[in-house]
Every structure is written in structure tokens, then in C-alpha cells.
């Protein structure tokens, strides 16, 4: 089958459509899925360009993608009722699964939910990755602020950035945050209520003309979701009492070691140390902080695509290509690696 992959270490430039085996089902809460579409996340272009080699190596040829939408053509013996050949569905795939941007990819039951009804394959494969990471750190900061996240203020930076898009959705509409502060660049300023809609942001911050510390007030924000790793340099926006959670920063603490269980422990004291100091910093404000990996769930994806089929969340899309335009991926792949123009995500269409 065909398949996004990469011989070597390399940026979008040097990626190539190889011929690999199509994967078969191998433990019994297996799914294979024939791919309609599949997105491309940093992670993704990150550690193909080995960024993460000193903590992490891959084989190869190395499969891109952990996101997809498409149909069950095969389900493992111990797959229940859920899932049958034919449903439609859509996943974030374990690690051992990884290689969406293919004709065909390999997920689990427990990562997988039907497709939201009223939602095509290319906004279905959009989504998993981003809206977990959004609904995981929500879910988290919800539980863990006393009295949950209704009626508070937010600040969630980037917002049409592809984490950014489903959480300030998400924290408005279904959090029912009070306030959601976001940063764009000037040119996306005009465009945030017609992609999101009205009444989802109520400040945008100009960040590439002005520091987000020194805009919003101080002391006013109750949950800081740092998506773009500059949480340091905000501290203080944040209320006493309030708490931070990065996806962008090095990461370190328990969500390391779940996801890195076997990250030599000189690099896990290395990067333990780089988090235990910014989490000191952020005290001294009576601030929680803390690092999240998103992890793979089909329940999540469960919540979140009813809230997708009542338009709750909308789906944002940048760029599509298809699989058989190796220019067209190279050019949005390398977007998303240089982390700056793009709207929303970037999804390749397999047909
Ligand atoms: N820990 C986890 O589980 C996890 C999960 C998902 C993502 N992540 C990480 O979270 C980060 C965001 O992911 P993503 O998928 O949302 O990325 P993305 O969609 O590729 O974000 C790119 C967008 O961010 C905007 N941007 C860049 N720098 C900014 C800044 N300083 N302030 C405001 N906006 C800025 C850019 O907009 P302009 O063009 O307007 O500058 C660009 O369009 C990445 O570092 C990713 O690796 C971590």
C-alpha cells in the first residue's frame, strides 16, 4: 500500500510516498481501518525530522500520522459489538499503530469512536489529536480548579492554531467559560468570528505588536492552557490560585514517564529539573503548573463527536491535498514544521 513515510531522519522536503505492507490485524482489540483521510500534526513532522532522536529512536521506514477517518475493514477477535466492518470512524492511534497517512492504518477499539454523523471524513480525520489534547487539558483544569472552569477566564494562545481552534470552542461553548483571551497575528484577526463564529472570543491579543503579559490585566486569569510553550513569560496574568497547563514546553512529571517509560533517567532527571523550576516560578504567583500529553481515547472522541453533530465545535481546516500530490503534502507539512501561517489543520485526503 501506499504510505507517508520517510527513510531517515529528514524535514517535508525529503519525505516520500513509499510502498510498504498493508498492516494486519495483530492483537485482538485491533481495527483496520481503509483511511479516507488523516491529518499532520508537529509531532508528527518533530520527530521525523529528529528532534527527539537523543530520547527516542525510530525505526525505518517511519510511518507519519497518528490521525485518521475512515472504515472498518477488519476488527480483532475481541472487538465488540462497537466497531464492525463497514462503520465509519475516527481515531488518534497508539504509538505501535502510527502511519495514518497510508491507504490503509491499524487502531485500537479503545481508540477509536464512530465518525460524527454530519462531519466529512476530511473534518473527521482534522480532529482527533487536537481535540484530545483541548478536551484532556480542559477536563483536567475543570476538575482541578475549585468550582470547575464555568464562569472563569481563560487564556488559550493561538487560538486558529490546531490545538487552539477546538479549545477556545470548547472552553466557551461546552466549559462555559466567562472570558476567553486568545493571540493571533494580524491577518487572522479579521477572520477568527467568521471561521469560529461569534461570541466564542471575547479578547484577541495582536502578539507579533504586543506582549500578551502587559495587555491583559493582572492577576485575571484563573487557567492559562499553554499551547505555544511562552507560559513563563505570563505569569503574571495568572489569578492566585490558578493553574497552567503546557503541551508546548519540555515536558517532564508523570505524564513523561507514562509516555517515555523508558527514557534513560539521566534525560528524565534533566528534563524533571527544567519543570520543577518553572513550576517554582509559577508558585510563587500560587500557581499550579503542569505538563500534559494527550493520550488515545475512543470515549473522548465518543464525548466529543456529539458535540461535533450539533455544531458545538466546528471543525477548521486550513489546507487539503491528497495523497498522490507528494508536492502538496511536502508543502503543508512543512507549514505546520515551521509553525507559523497556517489555519487550523492541514488534512490529506486518501483516495
Ligand atoms: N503535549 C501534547 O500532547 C501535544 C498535543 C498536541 C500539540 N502539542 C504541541 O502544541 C503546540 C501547538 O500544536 P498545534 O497543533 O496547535 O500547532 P499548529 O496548529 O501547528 O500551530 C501553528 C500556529 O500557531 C500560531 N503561533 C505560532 N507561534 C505563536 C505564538 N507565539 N502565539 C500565538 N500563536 C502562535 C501560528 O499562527 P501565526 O501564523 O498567526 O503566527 C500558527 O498558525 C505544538 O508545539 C505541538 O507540538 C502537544
Known amino acids: 500500500m501506499r504510505s507517508l513515510s520517510i527513510h531517515r531522519y529528514c524535514t517535508p522536503a525529503d519525505y516520500s510516498i513509499l510502498n ?3 498492516p494486519e490485524i495483530k492483537a485482538s482489540d485491533d481495527i483496520l481501518i481503509e483511511v479516507h483521510a488523516a491529518s499532520i500534526n508537529p509531532v508528527d513532522v518533530k520527530v521525523a525530522s529528529g528532534v527527539a532522536k537523543m530520547v527516542r529512536s ?3 521506514p517511519y510511518k507519519i500520522g497518528y490521525d485518521v477517518s475512515g472504515v472498518v475493514i477488519a476488527v480483532g477477535p475481541a472487538v465488540s459489538s462497537r466497531f464492525k466492518p463497514g462503520d465509519e470512524v475516527y481515531s488518534c492511534v497508539p504509538e505501535r499503530c ?3 497517512v497510508s491507504e490503509f492504518a491499524l487502531s485500537t477499539a479503545a481508540a477509536t469512536a464512530l465518525k460524527p454523523k454530519q462531519l466529512s471524513h476530511v473534518q473527521a480525520g482534522s480532529l482527533p489529536l487536537v481535540s484530545l489534547t483541548a478536551l484532556q487539558a480542559l477536563d483536567a483544569a475543570d476538575v482541578e480548579l475549585e468550582g470547575g472552569l464555568e464562569g472563569r477566564t481563560v487564556y488559550i494562545p493561538g487560538g486558529l492554531s490546531g490545538v487552539g481552534t477546538v479549545a477556545i470552542q470548547l472552553a466557551k461553548n461546552i466549559f462555559k467559560v466567562d472570558t476567553v483571551i486568545t493571540t493571533l497575528s494580524p491577518a487572522k484577526i ?4 467568521e471561521i469560529i463564529g461569534h ?3 471575547d479578547q484577541i491579543i495582536d502578539y507579533t505588536k504586543n506582549d500578551p503579559a502587559k495587555v491583559i490585566p493582572k492577576g485575571s486569569v484563573d487557567f492559562m492552557f499553554d499551547t ?3 507560559a513563563m513569560g505570563a505569569l503574571s496574568v495568572m489569578k492566585p490560585g490558578g493553574m497552567i497547563i503546557t503541551i508546548a514546553s519540555l515536558p517532564f512529571g508523570p505524564d513523561l514517564r507514562r509516555v517515555m517509560p523508558d527514557l534513560p533517567v539521566v534525560a528524565r532527571w534533566a528534563f524533571d529539573a527544567v519543570g520543577s523550576i518553572a513550576q517554582r516560578r509559577a508558585s510563587r504567583y ?3 503548573y503542569s505538563y500534559l500529553f494527550a493520550h488515545e481515547s475512543g470515549k473522548d472522541l465518543e464525548r466529543l463527536a456529539d458535540w461535533l453533530d450539533q455544531a458545538m465545535v466546528r471543525p477548521v481546516i486550513g489546507r487539503v491535498t491528497c495523497l498522490s500530490n507528494l508536492a502538496g503534502i511536502k508543502d503543508g507539512a512543512q507549514e505546520v514544521f515551521d509553525g507559523k501561517g497556517g489555519i487550523g489543520k492541514f488534512v490529506v485526503e486518501v483516495k
Open 199 to 201: 461570541g466564542i472570543v
Open 228 to 230: 505555544m510553550g511562552g
Open 286 to 288: 500560587k500557581v499550579r
Open 20 to 22: 510498504v505492507p498493508k
Open 190 to 193: 479579521a477572520k477568527v468570528h
Open 58 to 60: 525510530e525505526t525505518f
Open 98 to 100: 502510527r502511519g495514518t
